[in-house]
Each structure stands twice: as C-alpha cells, then as structure tokens.
C-alpha cells in the first residue's frame, strides 16, 4: 500500500496534527496485548488504536501498571502484538521478522528505557556510543561527547553507571536515545528522576529537537507540565487510549 | 539457678534460629536455582565430585586390578624364595595373616626321552598353583587357558623340547629317576615365577613327584618358593616380618614394590592417572571460581536489602553459607552417582578390552569426592563470597558503595593453598606440590600481564580495523566484537586467565598422553629383541656372528660375559661397607656378570663421569691379578694392586653407597680384581636387552674364562635361523621370549586404553568447564545484544559480534594455553614422570585455532536462544534482571 495515497483519507480522522499532509509515521489499529502468567491470561491493551504523524509531540498518561511501558515497547517493535496492527514508518511490522523491525529500527528510532539499561561495564561515553558503533562514523566519538555534554554530563565521561546518581544515568540513557539522530524517540518517564529545574532543561532540549529536527516523540509521563506542552495527551486506560482535554490535563 | 535457666533458654533460641536460618537459606536457593549462575555453579561442584569420584573409583579399581594382574605375572602378591625349604612356622604366620600359599620348587636338571639327553628347568607346582590367571596350555584341544598345574604324574612342557629331544604330546619322560607322561604343551604359563634365568627350555611338573625323582640331595641346587596371595593389608602386615626374612638372606618379592618388567610403565600411567584427576578438579575450581564471581555481585543487592533490615554481618554469612551449603550437599550427591555411573561405564568400555578382572569399588573414591566438592568450594569461592557480608546498607541507596572485589590476590591464595592441599592428597608428594603450586602462581602473575597487554592490543587493533561499509561486515563485526571485549576489560581478563588455565589442563593431560605413549613404545619398539642367546664360546663366537649377520639387525652386539663375585668395597668387607638399606641386596650375594667394552652399549645413558677413555683401554699388562701364573709374565713386572677404571650402574652404587672415586674388588674364579668408578650409568631394565651393573674397558677381563651373550629381534616366526643355531652351536642356549614380551605389550596396550579414556573425561570436563562459565556470563551479554538489537541491530550482525568476541576470546586464550601448558608439561615431565622435556610447535597452533573454535562454537550456541527472544524479553524490561 502506498502511503501518500493513505495519508490524505487518514488526516481528515485525525485532528490536531500539524503534519497531517504528511505520511503518519506510526500507525497502530485494533492492537491488543496478552500476557500469561501461570495459567491465567492477562489484557494488557485491547482495541487499541493510534496515528502518529511526523513531527508530532504526543504524551500518553495513565495509571501505574496500566501498560504504558508495554505499550510503548510494541509501538517501538520491541514486542509483537497478541493481535492488530502496526505500521513503522509506513511498514507493517507484521510482515518483519525479529531482524526485519531491528533493521527498520537501526539509526531512525531512540528509546529512553523507564530503567535506564544503561550496561553496567561500559562508562558514559561507551554507552552513549553503543547505538553509533552499528552506523559507524568518523565523528561518532565527537557526537557522543557533545551530547552528554548538552545533558550537562560533559565531565563524566569515563564514569560507570554505578557511579551515577539516577537522574544522571537518567540523562545518560536521554543522551543515547538522540544521539544517532532518531525520527522517532520513545521515552518511558524520561523525567521521572529528575529535579524540577534539570526536569525543565532537558524538556527544553527535546522540544527544541522537535522544532529544528522535527524530532517526533512519544513520551510516557506523569508530569502534566510535560504533558500540557505535547501537541496531543493520551489517556491509556482500560487497555485503550482516550484523548484528554486541555482542561484534563490541567487538573 | 538463674544462670542455668537462662544458658537453657538461649541455647532453645540458638536452636530455634539455626533451624530458622537452615529454613531460609533452603528457600532462598529454591528461589536461586532459576539463575544462570546458580545452576553453573551447581553444574561446576557437581562436576568436581563426578570427576574425582570416577577417577578416583576408576584409578582405585584399575590399580587394584592392575597389582593383582602383576600379582600374576610374579605369582602372587608376596614371593619369597630362597635354597631350602621353608620352614613350617613361617607358613602359618603367613597364613594367619590371611595369605593363600602356594609351594614351588625350581631346580635345573637333565630330561630324558629315549636316548636322548637335555637340561631343563623344572618347575614343580603344587595343587594350589596358579594362584591367579591360568596358564595357556595345549592338552590336545588345542592351546587353552587352564587355572591349574599339572596333575601328579603328569608334565607339561615347552614346545622347543620337541625340536630338541622330540618331546610330544602323551609321549613318556625321563626326570631324574621317575617317569612322567607329557600332558600339556605350554604356550604360556601363568606366571613368570622361577624366571628365565636358566635359559633352559621349561618342564612343569607335580610336586607329588617330585620325592620319586630323587633330585632333591643335599648340595643339589634346588631354590624353593613360597607364592602368597591376599589383600595388600595383609602383606603389609608383614613387614617387620620380611625385612626380617630379608636379612636372613631370603629373597623376598613384593607386588607392591616388584613390578616386573612394568615398573616404570605403570607408575607413570599411574601418575598419570591422577594428574588427570588433579586437572579435572582444577578446571572444576575455576568454573566454581567463575559462577561464585557473579553469583555474589548478584547477591549484594540481597545483602544489602537484608543489611536494612537489621541483619549482622554474622547472619549474612550464616545464610549464605547455608544456601551455598545446600547447594554442594545436593551438587555432592549428584556428582558421585554420576562418578559412580561413569566409572562404571568407563569400565564396561574397558573390559572389552581388559582381560583383567576388576575388583568392587571401595568407599574411598567416594569420600575423596565430596572431600574434594567441600574444598574446591571453600578455596575456589570463600573468599568472594565473604564480600557478600562486607556489604553496607546504604548500597541499597548508593550503587557505588559495592564492597571492593575479593582482592585477587586473597582469591588465587586461597584457591592455590586448596588445591595445593588436593594436590599433596593426590600425588602423595609434597615438594612436588609446593613446586608446582609456586610455579603455577608466578605463571598466573605472568599470564595476568600478558593477557592485560593482550586485551588492549585487540582493542589498539580493533580500532585499526576498517570501518566496514555495510551493515554486518565482517570486519565491523570483528571491530564491534573486540571492542565489547576489551571494555570489560575486568571480565574479559577473568575469562581469558580461566579458559587459558582450562586449555592449559586439556592440552597438557593430552601431551603428556602422548609423550607417555611414545616413550612406551620407545621402551618396547617393534625390534625390540624376542631371542636371547647365551653361553656362546668364545672360540664360536665368529661363525655365530656370521650365522646371524643378514638375518638381524646390525645393532645386534655380542657382550662377553665374565661371571665374578663382589668382595670389597673400598678395601672393606661388602656388608660393613655398604649402608644398612643395602645390606640385602643381591649384588652382594650373587656372582654378577661382569662384560668390557670400549663404547656405551645401546640404551645406557651417562649420568656422571666419563667414559673410558683411548688410555684406559688397559693392555693385558695393566690388568692387576693375583694370580701371577695365570696372567703369566706379564704380571710379574706389575704391581698387583693396580686398579682399573670401571663403570657402574646408577642405581645400584646409590644402594651400595658408592660414588666416583670409589674402588670395588671382584673375586673372578680364584682370582681378585680392584676398579675405580670413574662413571655412573642409568640404563632400562625393562628394554630386554642385555643389561650389565660393571663394565670394564677392555684389556682387562679378557684374561678370564668368558663366554658370550646376545639378544636379538626375529620378526619372521618362521625363519629358519633357531634351528640353524640350536644345530650348528649345540653347547648355545636359545630363549624365546616373545611370549614374555607379548604379555608386557598387552598391559601396556590396556594401560594406555585407559590412559586414553581418561584424556577423553577430561577433555569433556574442560568442555563442561568452558560451557559453566559462558552461561555464566550470558546475561551480560544477553544485556548487551537485547539493547544493539532495540538499537537496530541484525540477527547476523549480533550473531557475529558476538561470534567475533568468543574467537578472539578463544584465539587469546588458547595462546596463552600454549604458553601454560609448555612450561608447566616441561616441570611435569622433568620433576614427576621422569621423561625427557621437549617441545611442542603443533601445539602453538592448535590450541588457539581449537580454543577460538571451541569457544565460538559453545558461545554461538549459547546465544542462539537469546537471538530469537524479543527485546522486551532478553533485555528483562518485566522480569528478573
Ligand atoms: N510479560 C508479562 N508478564 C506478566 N505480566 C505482564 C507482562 N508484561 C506486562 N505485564 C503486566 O501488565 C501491566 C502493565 O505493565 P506496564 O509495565 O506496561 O505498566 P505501566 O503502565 O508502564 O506502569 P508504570 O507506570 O508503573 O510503569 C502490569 O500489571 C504488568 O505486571
Ligand atoms: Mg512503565
């Protein structure tokens, strides 16, 4: 199916994208999410329906252990679906094996883990690093720098993640989300540990990102200051997402 | 009152608490068993006890079995002979310490059949005999083995007397002055009793018989023997007995010490054995050291926890103790019915083989073992563990408050003084363990700096690699590989010491099997000599080399034999001169044979000295005699108390206490002759060559009355060149010991079966080793490939970063192997096996070629579950991390 013929009929369903001329980047419908556990089977997400153009800053709320993390791992094809579908970039990950959506991924999506996974061994640098080794460049070792210094990192450098406090290992793994340039960024609570003021800082960078680069995010958070300057908030409950209102969000 | 009741109420609280902590500790390991580490460590213990179970089950048995089997070729396991009768006290203190007996006589006499005349050996067994194996005779069912002697009246003899006096089956002979009727032909007899020294062709009779011959007179030279058989404890038991017997001048033959013709052989297959043993429970201790690593820094979140909650140090140590203590109770458990079974299979792949007839296994392997398991754990792993109770509770806060590793130096004391402490166990020798131990640890240092300067050489390399245009080139992969390596440069460092040390082991247990291997083949080469002939005279001794020449080898030499007895040593009387050890021996009882000669002979080797020299070649003139009528007038214009140089054999100058420098007087007929030892020779007595304790130079020797003696190799059992000898030099003895050497050969051959079945254990021990530690480490790496995948990694890229690191990984290590397993394969051979040290090239090659494939290819498999999980799942975004 090509996307430019799509685009056109899918805009006028959504609503307050300022990219809805463009393919969407991400498109999820009727997704649904089981897990077992023991002999019991648990709905995570059921029915579940999304469209994310480019450029589209997007924050999705909700309850603790409403699947929010498990949500934004299936939308990065860190997961497969139970059931429904989902579109990368205008690919349909059904169709991709485990390699096919780490391809699709490589270079183009960032992720901000809710625990970091920061590899314990490595310092600083090497695990911003990581992610550039697979696109290798002459100017990897300078980009890596230059981004944990933007995250106000730049004289830790040769630290190992055991030697960091939470926000920083926080602000290491923000680092290595946008380091290789993603289109997309997920980030799970990207500000959860910090302090209201380095909090304020490294939002003020990633929405700059999105105004120069036109950076899409997807954030999950629990700060509505955070939520409040996304371009549209989500509420996921009960396996579903619902548009919240301004004044939803406000409260 | 008070204190009584209140020691009662805290000793139920201690009681309460320990049954509490034993509680805890169970479930905490119930819960621990689904971790990598846990199940490593577990694989690891119970791999130790398997080990040194089944070696140790396996040694035990084959030991035993191969003592009796020796036992057999000697004719039991305790032999003592001497030139009367034994007295009947003896006999029931034997007896009664729980031997069987077995009475023979030998003596040397003419045989009849008709008119013509032959001197054999005759030996003449009792019901009793043999006792152990049976005797391969043919009563005219063709050859047999049959587990008794002749029956009264009866002879069994050897096949040669039909060639010499037409001796054949049912045919009637002539011993002394009774008639006995031929029953058997013998193939080979049971045991090498009595021996070969005779050289005379065998006739085996009853000793029922033997009054009617009227052989035995006074004066007639008649040796008696007393064959006992019984448990080593029993032998043992008669010690004091023996040295007693021995002093008396009776010639005592002890299995335990009288391995005939085997010894060297089997006291290295032994040794062998049990280093084996030692290397399967080293490379236990260092899989057990690994999992022990991770298994802790696991933990420390868990003792951190527990020290919030107001746990002591003393409790934190207990409950880890316990679990660790479960688990070696269940790995011990485990590993000794696996011991048990793989002996047992070890052995009924061997049997099929093994003739021999192995004893039950003893309860002591087994204790060894789950000794071993509780020593490898305290050593390999106590000192990392302790860092679990040095934890402070505000890690739980503070990641970076981990309580500073084990110092590496307490680590590898530790595990070096247990394993020294095993090794002693093991090999019984504790210099040799001390010197092994301080080697291994100066190599261990060694190695450290090599493999840190071989970590950031990949690394330097790595970053020399082109980049690598597409997405999983090789080189990129190569590049990738090497850099997750050298960064956890700690890891990697632990990793390459330990699989080098498991190399090291697997290839040196492989290159001792194969220098053990040559050098017993060197020892009985294919021409090794199956003839002997003796009492050549001298005025034959040209037309007997000439009827040999062509048929033989070239090497075949004639050694003139002078028989003399010792008199002196150093001017003194033999038995005040020599040291109390030396007081039995049979040197001084026995005429020795005596030869000269002007070069080394074959297969003796100069330890100290020199060899004679163009001036010691003595003209007739020199020769110092006493005998001034005899040496004619050449000894009257010399002094008689000139001394010649002669050369001695090392073993027996160091039990006669003498050295170079020192004289020896011989008495030669009537005559007497005084050397000087100016060398010392060693030389293989089990090569069947003939063998000599003095040579003279010659000039010297040639005086006396000599004949001649030589062995030779005949390949062609049809050749017709004994009879033409056994025709043409009547007056010449011909010995075939074919059937002698056969049986040596044979033990050799299952020697090295099991020798080589032990190498195959403990190749897949160092397999098992490297396959614990790589799980061990798996979920690093499964940490590592989860996020290079959510970074957009491939299958084949992952798949050969990964595969890049395990063979740089294997490479580096297998080098270093190399290196570990030349110097140490050098100390072993020169300190322990008594072989020749030399070098390896192969080895140099091999072992990183094999280490990288071995390591890669366990590695591949290892990750090839991890490449198909998703992610969320191997990064454990929900579960256990
Ligand atoms: N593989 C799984 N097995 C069992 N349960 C699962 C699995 N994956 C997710 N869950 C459950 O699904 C629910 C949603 O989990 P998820 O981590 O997505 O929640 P969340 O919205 O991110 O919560 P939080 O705000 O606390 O991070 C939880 O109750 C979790 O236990
Ligand atoms: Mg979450």
């Not at chain 2, 000269?596 to 001036?615: I, K, Q, S, Y």
Request: aromatic share 6%.
């Amino acid at each position: 199916m090509s996307s430019t013929t799509s685009s056109s009929t899918m805009s006028s369903t959504t609503s307050t994208s300022s990219n809805h001329d463009l393919a969407p980047i991400l498109q999820a419908r009727h997704l649904g999410k089981q897990v077992r556990s023991g002999d019991r089977s648990l709905t995570i997400l059921s029915d579940l329906s999304l469209t994310v153009f480019p450029g589209e800053t997007v924050a999705i709320l909700g309850e603790s252990g409403a699947g929010k993390s498990t949500l934004l791992g299936l939308l990065a094809g860190l997961d497969a679906p139970s059931s429904g579908e989902l579109k990368l970039f205008g690919e349909s990950l059904a169709a991709l094996d485990e390699d096919g959506r780490a391809q699709l991924r490589a270079g183009r999506v960032g992720f901000v883990f809710q625990n970091f996974q920061l590899l314990p061994t490595l310092t600083a640098l090497e695990n911003v690093l990581l992610p550039l080794e697979l696109a290798p460049a002459a100017d990897n070792d300078a980009r890596a720098r230059d981004w944990l210094m933007r995250v106000g990192l730049g004289e830790r450098l040769d630290h190992l993640p055991k030697q960091l406090s939470g926000g920083e290992q926080q602000r290491v793994a923000l680092a290595r989300a946008f380091v290789t340039g993603a289109e997309l960024v997920f980030a799970d609570e990207p500000t959860g540990n910090l302090d209201p003021a380095t909090g304020e800082r490294i939002i003020e960078r990633l929405f700059a990102l999105n105004r120069e680069a036109g950076t899409t995010l997807m954030l999950v958070t629990h700060d509505h200051a955070l939520a409040r300057r996304c371009d549209r908030c989500l509420r996921l409950i009960d396996g579903q997402l619902v548009d919240m209102t301004l004044e939803e969000v406000g409260a | 009152m008070m204190a009584s009741g209140d020691s009662r109420r805290d000793t139920r609280r201690t009681w309460g608490n320990g049954l509490h902590w034993l509680g805890l500790a169970a479930r905490g390991l119930k819960r621990d068993l689904r971790a990598a580490d846990v199940r490593a460590l577990f694989v690891a213990l119970a791999l130790a006890v398997a080990a040194s179970t089944m070696i140790g089950f396996f040694l035990d048995r084959l030991e035993r079995g191969l003592t009796r089997q020796a036992g057999q070729m000697l004719g039991g396991d305790l032999v003592l002979e001497q030139g009367e009768p034994f007295s009947s006290e003896l006999k029931s203190t034997l007896r009664e310490a729980g031997l069987t007996l077995s009475d023979q006589v030998d003596l040397v006499s003419m045989i009849s059949r008709g008119e013509r005349f032959q001197p054999a050996s005759l030996k003449v067994v009792d019901s009793a005999y043999p006792l152990y194996g049976a005797s391969r005779v043919d009563v005219g069912n063709g050859v047999e083995p049959l587990p008794r002697g002749p029956a009264p009246g009866e002879a069994w003899v050897d096949p040669r007397l039909e060639s010499l006096i037409g001796l054949q089956l049912g045919d009637e002979v002539r011993v002394g002055r009774t008639t006995l009727t031929v029953s058997g032909i013998i193939e080979r007899e049971a045991d090498q009793s009595g021996g070969f020294s005779s050289f005379n062709p065998r006739l085996m009779m009853h000793v029922d018989d033997l009054a009617a011959t009227g052989l035995v007179q006074p004066g007639s030279r008649v040796e008696y023997e007393i064959l006992a058989a019984g448990p080593p404890a029993a032998v043992s038991s008669l010690d004091a007995r023996l040295a007693a017997l021995k002093r008396d001048g009776v010639e005592v033959r002890d299995v335990r010490v009288d391995r005939p013709g085997l010894g060297r052989a089997l006291e290295r297959a032994e040794k062998y054995l049990a280093l084996a043993g030692l290397a399967a429970v080293l490379l236990a201790g260092v899989a057990v050291a690994m999992a022990t690593r991770r298994y802790v820094d696991r933990h420390l979140d868990t003792a951190a926890l527990l020290r919030c909650f107001g746990a002591s140090q003393r409790q934190l140590t207990r409950l880890f103790a316990l679990q660790l203590g479960w688990l070696a109770l269940a790995a011990s458990v485990c590993g000794a019915l696996l011991g048990l079974a793989g002996q047992a299979g070890l052995l009924a792949l061997l049997t099929a083989f093994l003739p021999l007839e192995l004893p039950p296994p003893g309860p002591l392997p087994l204790a060894l073992g789950v000794l071993t398991a509780l020593a490898v754990l305290v050593g390999f792993a106590g000192p990392t563990l302790l860092r679990l109770k040095r934890v402070s509770a505000l890690k739980v806060l503070r990641r970076e408050l981990d309580p500073l590793p084990a110092s590496a130096w307490l680590v590898v004391a530790m595990a070096s003084l247990v394993f020294g402490g095993l090794m002693w166990l093991y090999s019984g020798d504790l210099w040799l363990s001390a010197a092994l131990l301080v080697g291994g640890l100066v190599m261990l240092v060694i190695l450290g700096g090599v493999g840190m300067l071989l970590l950031s050489g990949v690394l330097r390399l790595a970053a020399l690699l082109p980049q690598g245009s597409h997405g999983s080139s090789p080189t990129r992969a190569l590049r990738l590989g090497a850099r997750q390596l050298g960064r956890r440069r700690q890891a990697s460092l632990g990793q390459l010491l330990a699989f080098a040390v498991t190399f090291a082991a697997m290839a040196m247990i492989g290159l001792v099997r194969g220098d053990l291997l040559t050098a017993w083949q060197d020892q009985l080469p294919e021409d090794t000599p199956n003839y002997f002939a003796i009492n050549i005279q001298p005025q034959e001794r040209d037309a007997f080399v000439e009827t040999l020449a062509g048929a033989v080898d070239d090497r075949t030499a004639l050694y003139p034999m002078v028989r003399g007895r010792i008199t002196a040593l150093n001017g003194q009387a033999p038995q005040e001169a020599v040291p109390e050890s030396g007081r039995g021996s049979n040197a001084l009882r026995r005429e020795l044979n005596l030869t000269w000669r002007d070069t080394l002979p074959e297969g003796n080797r100069l330890v100290a000295g020199e060899w004679f020299g163009p001036g010691d070649t003595v003209s007739g003139a020199e020769a110092s005699s006493n005998d001034a009528a005899n040496a004619g007038d050449r000894a009257a214009t010399e002094p008689s108390d000139k001394v010649v140089p002669i050369s001695l054999e090392g073993e027996l100058a160091d039990r006669l206490g003498l050295a170079l420098g020192d004289t020896m007087s011989f008495t030669i007929g009537a005559d007497t002759l005084t050397g000087r030892i100016t060398s010392l020779r060693d030389l293989d007595w089990d090569s069947f060559r003939p063998n000599f304790y003095v040579i003279f130079p010659p000039g010297v020797l040639e005086l006396f009355g000599h004949t001649y003696i030589t062995a030779f190799h005949l390949g062609d059992a049809q050749s017709p060149l004994p009879g033409q000898i056994v025709e043409n030099f009547p007056a010449v003895s011909l010995l075939n010991v074919e059937a002698i050497l056969g049986q040596v050969r044979e033990l050799l051959t299952q020697v090295t079966r099991s020798v080589e079945l032990v190498l195959g254990f403990v190749l897949l021990a160092g397999i098992s080793v490297l396959y614990a530690a790589l799980i061990a480490s798996r979920p690093l790496r499964a940490h590592e490939s989860g996020l290079l995948r959510v970074f957009g990694a491939g299958d084949r890229l992952i798949s050969r970063v990964q595969g890049a690191e395990f063979a740089i990984l294997g490479l580096a290590s297998g080098l270093m192997g190399a290196l570990l397993a030349e110097l140490a394969a050098a100390g072993i051979y020169a300190g322990w096996l008594d072989l020749a040290p030399r070098l390896h090239p192969w080895l140099w090659i091999g072992l990183p070629l094999g280490g990288a494939l071995l390591v890669g290819l366990i590695g591949h498999g290892l990750s090839r579950s991890l490449r198909r999980q998703t992610p969320m799942a191997s990064l454990g975004l929900l579960g256990e991390s």
